[in-house]
Each structure stands twice: as structure tokens, then as C-alpha cells.
């Protein structure tokens, strides 16, 4: 089928191709678009996804089998999912497909100066993912540091499979999404050489104050600081002023870091020095912040955001953006506040309440 | 909360040398050992950040009609529900201040009352600014006014057949009696607007503390700080001076010359003449303005010390001839406070939100520049007239061989000096020498001693039990005394070389430290040296330029060091409790105005 576009390069998306990456990637188009510093990759479309299905003839089987399970009885969702990946990882790829996700790796590789050995991230990017109401990031795969041809290939049908792991099925019945409605794009993206890695929110979460940013931070990969490996070092921005208000350095203890030989992540100790020292520095946390705030601004909403500080790149312009999403748990909530009293009246209550329990600036 | 308190006053000793200094001061100013109890269940803190210095006695009076006309419109005139005045004391030279509760039954009796009076001022605010300022210069003009002119030979002429039945020392006595009174006035008159100002911001301040949790002081500062100030005008004519004199290309005259040479060579030309012309312009009211702050008698004004704003001219030339910028950034600093409202007014939840914001801010902004600015029309322009006429009068009594030196007439309390006068016109009217020329000299020289062993000793921090929590909104606003800090006074001795206070004006550096105890050893300053004293005062402006940062004991994040640091870009830490005793010339001191706190390096 000619014309059809099973791989798009981040800087070559329009914004009508967005519906076709899913939400990571639309998120990483439109980054690129705006020249934020996101690590240079393409999208495997959802076109591609749904070519493989028709050509294999998958759909049905699968919207069958999902049908008929009842997720109380875990026994029954785990074979189901067991046998609806296995189905999704041994057919074959339509040759089209297959050449183009190929091409645009080889292309890649070149940009990037490392011909063929390219280390990749390979992600899923459902179109539900990011729905402000269906908030569940990380049911679906990341490969990191994967290297060829043939492992950027398996990696992407390992991002489709993870549609159906018993989790995410049960997680879309429960939240009732339309199985026949489901399509996965998949990003394939240059590896960031992570010194350290976090996530950064353009509001506080604690009390859903749009005047901070807050990050957290760690060594190594991003990977810990989202799994709750490691207990990250946290810091409270003023959005406005771009001043740190407070930064809890903690003890961490473990980090990701790529095993070049043997193409895979490794989890390692951090010794107890490096532990304990603050994964960024100020400078480090107040570029992140003018990032986050300017990724904001493009977005008019809270964002939360994938950050990595490259190593390979000099200061000033290591730090990496991984991903954007519209922050969903504040953004559906009306905060409770209790009505400000103005005038006189408010002049009385600052005057007759002490001051000084509000004094306190961390 | 620990159970450590600061020293009782009782067991506080004077420094040897010092005994009989209570005599120095007015009955009322200190502690008396019959009312013990009373006194020392009262929480005491130093004033350090208005008055610094030991007080010879004549300048007691400028703590008793300040912090007497603050507790009136407190007490009497606003009700201020949960606060009365602010008690003060003297001891051992120095002034401690003690905020009055309102007893809690009769708090809800003052609100309508509070509402109504504080209520008319902040509904009329424009119009009664106006009158305030038209109040204050006719007070002015009335000191200016006054002149003290030795006796004469014999009562005049026309005064015997105009039967006018009187005699000069009538009016001398008088005069001085009016420039006492004035002073009280225009006392009151500092106070009229001040707490109310204060109350509007604080107002602000705790709504944005409210609304967007941990938001740095100085962000709230920022939004509410006025841009044209007449605080800064004078440094700012002293800016133009100095961009004129090189415009006229009369940057050689101005640098190789000591002022009176300068204009007198000036005087010689053209483009000299214009630059006088300007200089002259500038002056009034604009050099009515002291380097020191206003409380005391020793302190300089440009107008009566020539050299000083000459010498800021020489400095700003020689700036502006390295290409440097000397100017505040005012469309920067207009730029930035749209900026800053603006993203916080836009992180607000809702359209509430916002309306409260826009209206608390509105009045903020409406009262703040009184707040900034009373400080140019009393502690400089009223104090500068007063103390020069002060000066005048001591002069006179130089002559009369009362006094050996003009200081001289500052170590007699102000009812004293009625006697003095007495004593001359009582002299001269008897046709005798008068009492004084022979008495005075060893009671001074008796005094001076005093007041020096007094100064030879710091002040301590406070007095007595701190309270659970500071709530009094003055004493937070003012003087920077909150909770925190008061326990980190108390454990000062154990923080090592890390010292912490208000953080004032961010910004994060290095550098050497240089105390200065005095504005007279603001020359000491080396460029790139960090500021450490025990107060700054705003009209130090002109060494900002020079300087890396700021320290102080005292101070709030409206005291008049930090607002300046800010308009200067410069970091501060304020209200250390003891930085200037801590640090010594020299150290190297890392300090972080964002966070509040300085650490001694080496």
C-alpha cells in the first residue's frame, strides 16, 4: 500500500500526522517541531501497526479472544495475554513495513554518525495512553539500548505485544476503552547518555500550586527515578523567579547505566560518596526549569516531564527532554480553596491570624 | 521549643567605666529594680537595625517620640485589634523594644472601631497622602524658620518703644522649644500612614504565601515595589551629575580636585558654570539626606558635608569613564515586576483567585510607595533641618564658652538643655557670667567616659523569655523577629561558621568580608568585598556599586538594606542576629541571598 507512512521522523511530522504517533510520539513531534532539545528519532505509525494486523489478519482473533476473558480470574487473563503476544511476536511483518522501519534505523544511524550500531530507546506509544483521564504510563514497554536491525524490529513488536499484557487488559476493561478503537505507534529514538536522568512538573503536586516546578532526579537512567528504585533527590523551583526553594538530596543507591558489550541495561551500586552527592547541580536544575516552563507555555497546560543530562554533551546544552504529558491528576481536580477575604476585611484577618506560621519559606 | 531564654536585663552588667549611665537618660527609659517582675516577664529585643549606637542622651529622644508615635495609632488612633504599642527601653546604652498585646477579651471590642477609622484612611489614602505631604513641609519650613542668635548687648531699640516688654532669651527659649515640638510632630506624622501600609502588605504578602506555598519573599516584594522612588532620587541626581560632568568634559576638574577647588576652578568656565548650576539645583530638597539614618546627632547630611556627595560624583565618573552603567535599571526593573505579577496572577486556579489577587496587590501598590518614601521626607529631609538648627544652637553655646566643641551639647538630655539656655540668659541678664562655662566641662568630660565604656560593649540580642510563637505583624514586618529567628539567636553560639537569616535578595558569591561598624568607614569598602554590618542605611547607595554583598544582623525583608540591595541586584542576607561580630574583616564569606544564609569559609 504506497503512500502510507509507516515510519515518520520526529522533524518531518506535521501536525496531521500526529494522530498516527500516539501520544509519546505526537509529544516528541511537536517538540521537535519547536526545536526543544529532544534526542533525534522516528515513529513507528500506527499505520504500520494496523497493516500488520490486517495483513495478518490479527484483528479479530484478538478482539475475540479479549472479548471472552473474564479478568477476575487471573489463571484465564495471563493465558489469554500469554497467547495473544505470542501470536503478535512470531507473525511476520509485511515486507513493507519491515524495510521501512529498516530504512529510517539505517538513516538514523547515519545521522547520528554511528553507522548501523546506533543504541536506540524503542517505546510505545499507545493513542489511548495519554488521555488526560487514562493515566497509565509504564503499562507499556521501553527498550533501552537497543542496537541493529534486527533488535530495533523484535523491540517493536515487543512494544505492540505490551498492549496485552494481563495489566493493560484488564486496566481497559476496567476503565471501559474501545478494544476495536486501540492502535500503537512506537518510537524509536537515539540513546541520551545519561549522567542523570528525572522527571520534572510544571506544578506541585502536593498541593497543585501552578507557581512551582518540581523535580526529581537521580543517577544514571531515567528508569529509576520512574520505577521508585531509588528514593530521587527532589527539588522545589519557583516557576516565576526560577529559584530553588528547597532541594532534599537522598542516598542513592542504585543506578541504570548501559552495558555497551553486551547491548543491554545493567543495574549498579553507586558508591556512597557519589550516592549522597546532589544529582544535579543548581545550574543543571534552573535549565531544566526554563525548559519545562517554555515546554509549558507551548502545551498551555501543567506538564510532566522526561528529562536526561547528557553526558556526552557539553554544559549549557546537555540537558535532553525524553518525553512531555499533560499532567492529569491536578488538571481533573478543582482545588478546594476557601474563598480569599479582600478589603478591610482582609486587612483585619491578616492583622488577627499569625503571621508568623505562614512566614516559613521552606 | 527549648526552654532557653536570653539574659534577664537585672543580670546584665554595664561595662566598667559605665556606672551612673541610667542618669543619662529619661526616668521612664529604664529598668527599675521595683518592677522586676513585671519587666522580666516581658520578651526585650535590640533595636539594632534603627539604632545601632549607644545613645548619648539628647539622641534617647529620637527612639522615645518614634516608637511613642508608633504605639499611638496603634493604641489610640487605629485600634489595631490584637496590638497595642511597642514598649522600649534603654539598657546599658543600647534600645530594646517589647511588643504590647491587646488582652484577647478585648480584641473583638476594637474590630468595629478598626474597621471604621483604618477604613476611612484606606478609602481616602490618595487624598490624605497629599495633605500629608503638604503637613510635613510646612513642618519644614517652620524648622528652617528657626534661627538661635546670640544674646545682644542690650534689648533693642524698637522692642522698648514698640513696649513689647520682652527680652531675646524669651524667644530663644522658645525656639527651642518649637524645634522640639516640630521634631515630636513630625514623629507623628511618620507614623500616620506607616502601619497601615504595612498592614495592606502584609495582607498581600500572606495571601501569595497562601496561594502559592513557599513563594520566596522577595517574589512578593518585587510585585509591590514601586519603580520611580523618591528614596533613590538623590543617588539618582548624583547619576546625573556625574553623566553631565562628562558630557561637559569636566571629568579632570572633577577627579584630580577636592570639592572647593573643583567649583572653584569650575567656576572659571562655561560648561563648569552649567554643571554648578545643576549641582545647585539638586540640592534642594534632594541633599537633605544622610549617610547616616536619621536617629542620631553625629549623623552626616550631604547639604552640611559637601565632600560627601562630591566624593559618590568622583566614583560615578570614574565608572561611567570604564564604560560601566551607574543608572538603576528602571525599565528593567518596570519590565521584570510586569513579568513577575503577570506568571504568578496566571498560576492562580480560577477567576477568584485572581480578582483576590488583583485587589490585595492593587492595594499593596497603592500604599507601598508611602512605605518607601516617608523614610526621604522625615529621617532625611525633616532630621537634616532638625539637627542642623540643633547644631546651630550648640554652636551658639560654643561661643558662649559653654561648650568646647559642637558634639559637645548631645550629652545633656533634651529638658537639660532648657537649663542651659536659662543658664545664659539668666547671665546675661543679671550682668554675670553664667554657671555653665565653668560647671559644664567635667560633667562632659564625666559623660563622655560613659557613654564611651558603654559603646566599648555590643548589645545583647534580647532580653528575657522569647514568646511561643512572634505574631505581632509589626515586629515581623519591621524588624524581621519571627519565631525562627529569635531561637536562632539563642543558639547562635552552637552554628559554627554557618550563619542564617532573611533571605533578602538572592544571588550566591564569594568574596572577602569587610565590617563596617560606622558609615564614617564606608571608605575602608574595597571593590568586590562583601558588606558586613551591623545595619545598613539606604543612603549608603552609592557604595552598592562597589560592593559584592550584603550582610546584616537586623532586618527584615523591608528593611531599607534589603529593598536597596534588590533595586542594586545584589545579594543580602538580613536579620543574622550576629553576622557583624561573627565574621572579621577579611574572612572569606560564601553567601547565598536566595536561601539566607552565609557561611565562613577561611
Redesign the interface.
Known amino acids: 500500500m504506497s503512500g502510507m507512512k509507516y515510519t515518520l521522523f520526529f522533524k518531518e511530522a506535521t501536525p496531521e500526522d500526529y494522530v498516527l504517533l500516539g501520544g509519546k510520539g505526537a509529544s516528541l513531534a511537536s517538540m521537535s517541531a519547536a526545536d526543544f532539545p529532544v534526542p533525534m528519532g522516528f515513529s513507528v505509525t500506527t499505520h504500520a501497526y494496523a497493516q500488520f494486523l490486517k495483513e495478518g489478519q490479527l484483528l479479530e482473533t484478538i478482539l475475540d479472544k479479549v472479548s471472552r476473558i473474564d479478568c477476575s480470574n487471573t489463571d484465564e487473563l495471563a493465558s489469554n495475554s500469554e497467547e495473544i503476544r505470542e501470536l503478535i511476536l512470531s507473525k511476520p511483518l509485511p515486507a513493507e513495513v519491515e524495510n521501512e522501519i529498516k530504512e529510517s534505523y539505517r538513516k538514523l544511524c547515519e545521522k547520528a554518525g554511528i553507522p548501523n550500531t546506533l543504541p536506540v530507546a524503542v517505546r510505545s506509544s499507545a493513542t489511548a495512553e495519554d488521555l488526560p483521564d487514562a493515566s497509565f504510563a509504564g503499562q507499556q514497554d521501553t527498550y533501552l539500548w537497543v542496537v541493529g536491525e534486527a533488535e530495533v524490529l523484535r523491540s517493536v513488536r515487543k512494544c505492540w505485544a505490551s498492549l496485552f499484557t494481563a495489566r493493560a487488559i484488564n486496566y481497559r476493561k476496567n476503565q471501559d476503552i474501545d478494544e476495536t478503537e486501540l492502535l500503537m505507534s512506537v518510537v524509536v529514538q537515539k540513546m541520551v547518555n545519561a549522567r542523570t536522568a528525572g522527571v520534572s512538573m510544571t506544578m506541585?503536586p502536593i498541593?497543585?500550586?501552578?507557581?512551582?516546578i518540581v523535580i526529581d532526579s537521580s543517577w544514571g537512567l531515567g528508569e529509576a527515578v520512574v520505577s521508585g528504585e531509588v528514593t530521587p533527590d527532589n527539588f522545589?523551583v519557583?516557576?516565576?523567579?526560577l529559584?530553588?526553594?528547597?532541594a532534599n538530596i537522598q542516598e542513592k543507591n542504585i543506578e541504570h547505566v548501559p552495558d555497551m558489550v553486551n547491548k543491554c541495561v545493567v543495574t549498579r551500586e553507586i558508591e556512597s560518596e557519589r550516592a549522597k552527592a546532589p544529582s544535579l547541580s543548581d545550574d543543571e536544575v534552573i535549565e531544566i526549569c526554563k525548559i519545562s516552563k517554555i515546554i509549558e507555555k507551548h502545551y498551555k497546560c501543567p506538564q510532566d516531564i522526561e528529562w536526561a543530562i547528557d553526558a556526552d554533551l557539553p554544559a549549557g546544552e546537555n540537558v535532553t527532554l525524553l518525553q512531555s504529558r499533560p499532567e492529569t491528576v491536578w488538571s481533573q481536580k478543582?482545588?478546594e480553596?476557601k474563598?480569599?477575604v479582600?478589603?478591610?476585611e482582609?486587612?483585619?484577618?491578616?492583622?488577627?491570624?499569625?503571621?508568623?506560621?505562614?512566614?516559613?519559606?521552606? | 521549643m527549648s526552654n532557653k531564654a536570653f539574659i534577664s536585663p537585672y543580670d546584665h552588667q554595664a561595662p566598667e567605666g559605665a556606672e551612673g549611665w541610667k542618669e543619662l537618660y529619661p526616668y521612664y527609659m529604664t529598668f527599675h529594680d521595683n518592677l522586676k517582675e513585671n519587666e522580666e516577664s516581658k520578651f526585650f529585643f535590640c533595636d539594632s537595625q534603627h539604632w545601632p549606637n549607644v545613645f548619648k542622651p539628647f539622641d534617647a529622644m529620637t527612639v522615645e517620640f518614634a516608637v511613642k508615635c508608633l504605639g499611638q495609632y496603634n493604641t489610640r488612633q487605629w485600634l489595631?485589634?490584637?496590638?497595642n504599642g511597642i514598649d522600649f527601653k534603654i539598657h546599658n546604652g543600647y534600645c530594646y523594644m517589647s511588643p504590647v498585646g491587646v488582652d484577647p477579651e478585648k480584641?473583638a471590642d476594637r474590630?468595629p472601631q478598626?474597621?471604621e477609622r483604618?477604613?476611612h484612611y484606606?478609602q481616602n489614602w490618595d487624598s490624605l497622602i497629599e495633605n500629608w505631604h503638604k503637613k510635613v513641609k510646612d513642618v519644614i519650613d517652620e524648622m528652617e524658620a528657626v534661627t538661635f542668635e546670640p544674646l545682644p548687648e542690650v534689648i533693642d531699640m524698637e522692642w522698648v518703644k514698640n513696649g513689647i516688654g520682652l527680652d531675646p532669651t524669651y524667644h530663644m527659649i522658645q525656639n527651642y522649644d518649637k524645634m522640639i515640638d516640630l521634631c515630636y510632630k513630625v514623629w507623628m506624622y511618620h507614623f500616620e500612614f506607616l502601619n497601615l501600609g504595612y498592614?495592606?502588605y502584609?495582607?498581600f504578602?500572606?495571601?501569595c504565601?497562601?496561594?502559592?506555598?513557599?513563594?520566596?519573599?522577595?517574589?512578593v516584594a518585587k510585585m509591590v515595589q514601586g519603580v520611580e522612588v523618591d528614596l533613590f532620587r538623590p543617588d539618582e541626581e548624583l547619576q546625573k551629575l556625574s553623566r553631565l560632568a562628562v558630557k561637559l568634559n569636566l571629568q579632570d576638574v572633577i577627579q584630580n580636585n577636592e570639592i572647593e577647588k573643583a567649583l572653584r576652578v569650575m567656576g572659571g568656565s562655561a560648561e563648569g558654570k552649567e554643571w554648578i548650576a545643576a549641582w545647585e539645583e539638586a540640592k534642594y530638597p534632594w541633599f537633605n539626606f544622610t549617610i547616616g539614618n536619621g536617629f542620631y546627632s553625629t549623623d552626616k547630611y550631604w547639604i552640611d558635608h559637601l565632600e560627601i556627595p562630591f566624593g559618590y560624583i568622583q566614583s560615578y565618573v570614574e565608572r561611567i569613564l570604564k564604560g560601566e552603567t551607574i543608572e538603576r535599571p528602571t525599565e528593567k526593573i518596570a519590565a521584570e515586576r510586569e513579568?513577575?505579577t503577570g506568571?504568578?496572577r496566571?498560576?492562580?486556579?480560577?477567576e477568584?483567585?485572581q480578582?483576590?489577587f488583583d485587589?490585595?496587590l492593587g492595594?499593596a501598590r497603592v500604599v507601598f510607595p508611602y512605605v518607601e518614601n516617608h523614610n526621604f521626607y522625615i529621617e532625611h529631609w525633616s532630621m537634616c533641618v532638625f539637627w542642623r538648627k540643633m547644631r546651630e544652637l550648640s554652636a551658639l553655646f560654643v561661643g558662649q564658652g559653654f561648650f568646647e566643641e559642637v558634639d559637645d551639647m548631645f550629652y545633656f538630655r533634651r529638658e537639660e538643655i532648657q537649663q542651659l539656655l536659662f543658664d545664659y540668659g539668666r547671665g546675661w541678664a543679671m550682668g554675670v557670667s553664667a554657671i555653665g562655662p565653668d560647671y559644664l566641662p567635667t560633667e562632659i568630660a564625666r559623660r563622655k567616659k560613659i557613654i564611651d565604656a558603654l559603646a566599648s560593649a555590643q548589645p545583647e540580642p534580647a532580653f528575657n523569655n522569647p514568646p511561643e510563637?512572634?505574631?505581632e505583624?509589626f515586629t515581623?514586618m519591621l524588624w524581621g523577629i519571627?519565631?525562627?529567628s529569635v531561637q536562632g539567636w539563642l543558639s547562635s553560639e552552637d552554628t559554627g561558621n554557618n550563619l542564617k537569616g532573611m533571605?533578602a535578595s538572592?544571588g550566591k558569591v564569594e568574596g572577602r568580608a569587610r565590617v563596617i561598624s560606622s558609615s564614617d568607614d564606608l571608605g575602608q569598602l574595597v571593590e568586590g568585598e562583601i558588606l558586613v554590618t551591623r545595619v545598613t542605611a539606604p543612603s549608603w547607595a552609592p557604595v552598592f556599586g562597589k560592593i559584592k554583598a550584603t550582610v546584616t544582623d537586623i532586618g527584615g525583608m523591608m528593611s531599607h538594606a534589603a529593598i536597596v540591595c534588590r533595586e542594586y541586584d545584589l545579594p543580602a542576607v538580613t536579620g543574622t542576629g550576629n553576622a557583624s561580630t561573627k565574621i572579621k574583616t577579611g574572612d572569606m564569606i560564601k553567601v547565598d541571598g536566595?536561601a539566607?544564609t552565609v557561611e565562613i569559609l577561611a
Open positions: 506541585n498541593n497543585g500550586d501552578r507557581s512551582k522545589l519557583d516557576k516565576i523567579m529559584q530553588i526553594i528547597s478543582t482545588i480553596k474563598k480569599a479582600t478589603g478591610m482582609g486587612i483585619l484577618n491578616t492583622l488577627m491570624n499569625p503571621i508568623g506560621t505562614k512566614k516559613s519559606d521552606s | 489595631i485589634p490584637p496590638a480584641i474590630v478598626f474597621m483604618a477604613g484606606f498592614a495592606a502584609l495582607d504578602f500572606g495571601y504565601k497562601e496561594a502559592f506555598p513557599g513563594i520566596p519573599d522577595l517574589s513579568r513577575i506568571e504568578y496566571d498560576s492562580l486556579p480560577d477568584d483567585a480578582n483576590a485587589q490585595k492595594l510563637v512572634v505574631t505583624p515581623i519571627t519565631t525562627e533571605a538572592p536566595g539566607g
